[in-house]
């Protein structure tokens, strides 16, 4: 019992530490057996009892649909990224006008769960690649950011999963991404600092070069007024 009652506190130090435990978003081997509309119906059912013990009256006309709209949105839209189907697909392109300097997309939107308290995850990615021949559609850097961020994360695997696709979509290893974000477990919960953010970043290639990276991180500086 003393054991079951260690290996518990160390599970939620965990998860208020907010510690990863792996680069891939931890799966069962089930995951897709089950169609989209059977997760929600299965949700839906595990929300309203949620909501029930709770003790939540769901007669009530503003709580009714409550059930049905979560699962829907879990499904559907905030844990949308954890099906394989919804992957971009990111068309590159020959580099023919043979630019060979460093491009960069940042304030690219991210919204994301936290895989420990389900809470959002709100800030901000920035990117960038050094291309090798290839090129990739700007808003394509975009849909990996909202596909890797759509599902329960840790914002340092997010980082990882943004630059290994990057990498794999361009054929090279001299990608970069900094998130800077707020995540609300620690806002609006716990401590409840309203005010900190948090900032992580994966380098690969050039970019592990201090020169390069400084170089990355004064365009991300740059201020944007149009």
């Given at each position: 019992m003393k054991l079951d009652r260690t290996l518990e506190e160390h599970f939620e130090d965990l998860g208020n530490d907010h510690v990863s435990s792996s680069e891939q978003t931890?799966?069962?081997?089930?995951?897709?057996?089950?169609?989209?509309?059977?997760?929600?119906?299965?949700?839906?059912?595990?929300?309203?009892?949620?909501?029930?013990?709770?003790?939540?009256?769901?007669?009530?006309?503003?709580?009714r649909g409550t059930p049905d709209r979560v699962a829907k949105m879990y499904v559907k839209e905030v844990f949308g990224g954890?099906?394989?189907?919804?992957?971009?697909?990111?068309?590159?392109?020959?580099?023919?006008?043979?630019?060979?300097?460093?491009?960069?997309?940042?304030?690219?939107?991210?919204?994301?769960?936290?895989?420990?308290?389900?809470?959002?995850?709100?800030?901000?990615?920035?990117?960038?690649?050094?291309?090798?021949?290839?090129?990739?559609?700007?808003?394509?850097?975009?849909?990996?950011?909202?596909?890797?961020?759509?599902?329960?994360?840790?914002?340092?695997?997010l980082n990882i999963q943004i630059v290994k696709e990057l990498q794999e979509v361009l054929g090279t290893k001299d990608v970069a991404c900094v998130i800077d974000a707020k995540h609300l477990c620690v806002n609006s919960r716990g401590i409840r600092d309203v005010d900190s953010s948090t900032v992580t970043a994966e380098y690969g290639g050039k970019f592990k070069e201090e020169a390069t990276r400084r170089e990355f991180l004064d365009y991300i500086n740059l201020e944007t007024n149009f």
């Open positions: 931890p799966m069962r081997k089930d995951a897709f057996v089950l169609s989209e509309e059977e997760k929600i119906e299965r949700i839906r059912g595990n929300v309203r009892e949620i909501m029930l013990t709770l003790g939540l009256d769901l007669e009530d006309d503003s709580l954890l099906a394989p189907k919804k992957k971009p697909n990111s068309s590159t392109f020959e580099n023919k006008y043979k630019y060979g300097e460093m491009l960069v997309e940042k304030n690219i939107t991210v919204y994301s769960t936290c895989e420990h308290h389900l809470l959002p995850i709100v800030g901000k990615a920035h990117i960038a690649y050094i291309s090798n021949g290839t090129v990739v559609g700007l808003s394509k850097m975009n849909r990996i950011v909202d596909y890797f961020a759509k599902r329960p994360q840790v914002q340092e695997r």
